[in-house]
């Protein structure tokens, strides 16, 4: 069989920019559908020919792959901006792909060379008065405001953003809320002692949960060392303990780059269960936290550099938690404090201080007590079917990352609201602003598309549209149709950073296959 070549094709000019539009275009109607209170779901079909159905903005922009492939890279393009948000802000993600295409589309009717330049430098002057517009009128969350934001983000479900609001009271609205699958068809929330650590993923090849893109380790043995692992005969006894015990191991350290890819081949290879998180970087902190984490699970604090000798660990200096959990950017630990005199000790001790503390060594010593005191709220997501429980999970996991991003930065009116008002506020300068301006209608419009309204006049009103649910003109904040203010403006800057790069495309080089 003769082997394919891989070549390349040049497209210029108008051609390569209209093909990558198209793109931009085809991808924006499909997620864009699902915008709002009314927004429609989409049925995707899987490479296996099975049905997934769902309202989520990522997960039908991840689904699409185009024929042409120069509007597939206009789609992969706007691709990223969706993906930024979700990464950002958790949620976001169709707002974000809507606002990218209407820029594109504002920009192309002032497609002029000589004024590329300005419209971009106006797109970036415009932005910055809309994000300082947002903030200013963001306002803080709490107790059924949280519900209505996680009703919100979940597709307007009330239900689940009652659940998912009772588990961000249980951690005190700012403590830890994380995502299960329940064997059973309900949906529930489970409280449990835990604690998050500020370290992820230090390859992928540890991911053991594809779905969700995490580590996980049940009943873990936990290896802390401050000092660096060099190599891996090092702690080669601990590894045949755990290989010879069936166990799996967490090593919390600093591991030199060859031990990280002698471990990560023989955890593929399925020879031994095991996870590495980096030890802190810095002084002070990095001591604390490896501190605080020996008293959590129990484990013998190891440094060579103070006379420890790694070849000599036993299995009773490795601590352990009932599970850990890796993502991206941090691991969560489940653990029982109870009974754990070490801890109690440590508060103790920092309680005493944090009273004669001030600036910075306070915020540190509150952030230490805060994670040793720590709860982890448990969502655990259940449904009758499997394609029930595929698009509830999307549902439930977007709304707790917006609920968190309200509470960490305060909300805005909802329904396209807010970045309708500061196009009723702000008056463009240049080209480039009126670009922005008229672009950022976009959302609402559509939101009022898929309610099928047509001919509503909109209220000059700050913070006042359309209920699409009940058909009334109201105050988008009392009536809780909110929006986090971190979702809309990451979404809108993502948005703004894809559409300028690809408003400056001149030339597109696509792979063709001979």
Do not use: W
Request: with cysteine.
């Amino acid at each position: 069989m003769e082997e394919l070549k891989l070549v390349k094709n040049l497209a210029f000019g108008e051609l390569a920019k209209g093909q990558v539009l198209t793109g931009v275009t085809k991808l924006t109607n499909a997620v864009g559908s699902t915008l709002g209170a009314s927004g429609k779901c989409v049925i995707i079909e899987d490479t296996n020919g099975k049905p997934q159905v769902t309202k989520d903005g990522v997960t039908v922009a991840n689904s699409i792959t185009l024929r042409e492939p120069l509007e597939n890279i206009g789609a992969s393009l706007i691709k990223e901006a969706a993906q930024m948000t979700v990464k950002e802000a958790g949620d976001g993600t169709t707002t974000a792909t809507v606002l990218a295409q209407a820029i594109l589309e504002e920009a192309d009717k002032h497609d002029q060379l000589d004024t590329l330049r300005n419209i971009k430098e106006g797109i970036n002057t415009g932005l910055e008065k809309v994000l300082k517009y947002l903030d200013k009128r963001s306002k803080k969350i709490s107790g059924k405001k949280i519900d209505q934001v996680a009703s919100i983000s979940a597709n307007n479900d009330y239900k689940l953003g009652k659940i998912i609001g009772e588990a961000f009271r249980m951690v005190d609205e700012t403590g830890l809320v994380i995502m299960e699958t329940n064997e059973k068809p309900e949906t529930v929330v489970e409280l449990v002692e835990g604690v998050e650590y500020d370290q992820g993923l230090k390859s992928n090849h540890f991911i053991n949960n594809k779905e969700k893109g995490t580590a996980e380790l049940d009943n873990p043995l936990v290896l802390i060392v401050e000092s660096k692992i060099e190599n891996i005969r090092k702690i080669q006894g601990i590894l045949e303990y755990i290989i010879k015990n069936n166990k799996s191991l967490l090593i919390i350290a600093d591991v030199e780059q060859q031990v990280v890819n002698a471990l990560a081949m023989n955890k593929v290879k399925g020879n031994i269960k095991v996870n590495i998180l980096d030890a802190p970087i810095y002084g002070l902190s990095k001591k604390d936290t490896l501190s605080d984490l020996c008293d959590l699970t129990g484990a013998t604090l190891i440094n060579e550099g103070l006379g420890d000798d790694m070849d000599l660990i036993q299995p009773e200096h490795l601590g352990t938690c009932e599970k850990s959990i890796t993502s991206s950017n941090s691991t969560v630990f489940k653990v029982n404090t109870e009974g754990n005199e070490a801890v109690a000790d440590t508060i103790k001790m920092l309680e005493a201080k944090v009273k004669k503390a001030t600036g910075g060594i306070r915020e540190r010593i509150e952030k230490r007590l805060s994670k040793l005191k720590g709860k982890v709220a448990i969502v655990k997501v259940g449904a009758s079917s499997e394609v029930e429980l595929k698009e509830k999970r999307d549902r439930v996991e977007d709304a707790i990352c917006a609920t968190r991003a309200a509470i960490k930065e305060g909300i805005v009116s909802g329904g396209g609201i807010a970045l309708l008002n500061a196009h009723q506020n702000l008056n463009p300068l240049n080209i480039g602003e009126e670009v922005l301006y008229q672009a950022i209608l976009k959302p609402y419009q559509i939101i009022l598309k898929n309610a099928g309204v047509e001919d509503y006049e909109t209220p000059n009103v700050e913070g006042q549209g359309l209920d699409v649910v009940t058909g009334k003109t109201v105050n988008m904040v009392k009536a809780g149709i909110i929006d986090p203010l971190l979702v809309t403006k990451s979404a809108l800057k993502n948005a703004a950073s894809v559409a300028t790069t690809i408003m400056s495309t001149d030339c597109v080089i696509n792979n063709i296959r001979v």
